[in-house]
């Protein structure tokens, strides 16, 4: 999310702003911190224009991240 909104010269007070939420959510949110409702989750990606996918745990691509995030942590 951070990076979406970046990627838009938005500062995070005023993405939250125009997103109609707390600018501690987005925080939260970009952070991965603490527990948020669903429905602003989908709120915030959704003005990002970002989308939200539900794979099994074993599609090539949940493998494929996970594979990536193993590497990044060697580095």
Do not use: Y
């Not at 951070?2 to 949110?29: C, E, F, H, N, T």
């Not at 911190?33 to 949940?62: T, Y």
């Amino acid at each position: 999310m951070r990076a979406r909104r970046k990627s838009q010269s938005l500062r995070i007070d005023d993405a939250a702003a125009l997103l109609g939420v707390s600018v501690d959510l987005m925080s939260r949110l970009e952070n991965g911190q603490g527990s948020v409702r669903l429905d602003k989750v989908m709120a915030v990606l959704d003005g990002l224009g970002l989308a939200l996918m539900v794979l099994p745990k074993e599609h090539p691509w949940v493998r494929e991240t996970e594979h990536g995030a193993q590497e990044s942590l060697k580095q």
